[in-house]
């Protein structure tokens, strides 16, 4: 029950920080920045106020299902604090661009492209310290058919991905202090780096495994 009390209070805080600065908050809520920082989607402030609610309820509620729906279920035992940690880390990111937009439409001059590039190398971050502490399932982690198919290529391929994921997140970060034009295909390289290298490893763990 005790892993439940944090997620369930930064749910709260977050809504009561809605409900309280609701009416002082303008009809229209800016909701999506350029690649220069400048605003360019706005959206009606009472559905975004319940979209950006709904999905910290949302991926609370995934969190929970997670372990109950997958057929290997009773490995989440064996990385539990590392599951924990990390979805409770991404709601409080999610929990901070709610304040991002709150603040924003109260007039704030924020400096949005700075904490983007916080939020998302961020990301990268957490989930490298923790992806090498996931155990074989079928919802979470890189999951090819060799990582499935033998838990010491999972370790390894997630291992390795660890270290990918957390220098892609510092990346992300330095690229802040680069020129605007190089932020977007440095962000997104990074990504696909991650992506298929990570695909790329276990299957070259895999071949190392029956040789």
């Known amino acids: ?89 991404m709601l409080v990111i999610l929990a901070i661009i709610n304040v991002i937009t709150i603040l924003t439409g109260l007039g704030y001059n924020l400096p949005i492209i700075t904490l983007g590039h916080v939020i998302l190398g961020g990301i990268f971050n957490i989930l490298g310290n923790y992806l090498q502490q996931v155990r074989p399932n079928f919802f979470i982690g890189i999951r090819t058919p060799w990582t499935l198919s033998s838990e010491k290529v999972w370790k390894d391929t997630h291992r390795f991905s660890s270290k990918l994921f957390v220098i892609a997140g510092i990346v992300i970060i ?36 029956i040789k």
């Not at 009472?46 to 999905?55: D, E, H, N, R, W």
Request: glycine share 4%.
């Open 1 to 89: 029950m005790k892993k439940h009390i944090f997620p369930l209070i930064i749910i709260i805080l977050t809504t009561l920080m809605w409900i309280i600065t609701f009416n002082q908050l303008p009809s229209k809520l800016i909701t999506h920045w350029d690649i220069n920082g400048v605003s360019n989607s706005y959206s009606d402030k009472f559905v975004t106020m319940l979209l950006f609610i709904g999905l910290m309820i949302g991926q609370y509620l995934l969190s929970i299902l997670l372990t109950k729906i997958d057929p290997k279920k009773v490995n989440y035992e064996k990385f539990s604090k590392g599951y924990n940690i990390v979805f409770n880390m």
């Open 174 to 209: 330095c690229a802040m202090f680069m020129p605007i034009s190089w932020t977007q295909p440095i962000i997104f390289t990074s990504a696909i780096i991650c992506i298929v290298l990570s695909m790329l490893s276990s299957y070259l763990f895999f071949r190392k495994s």
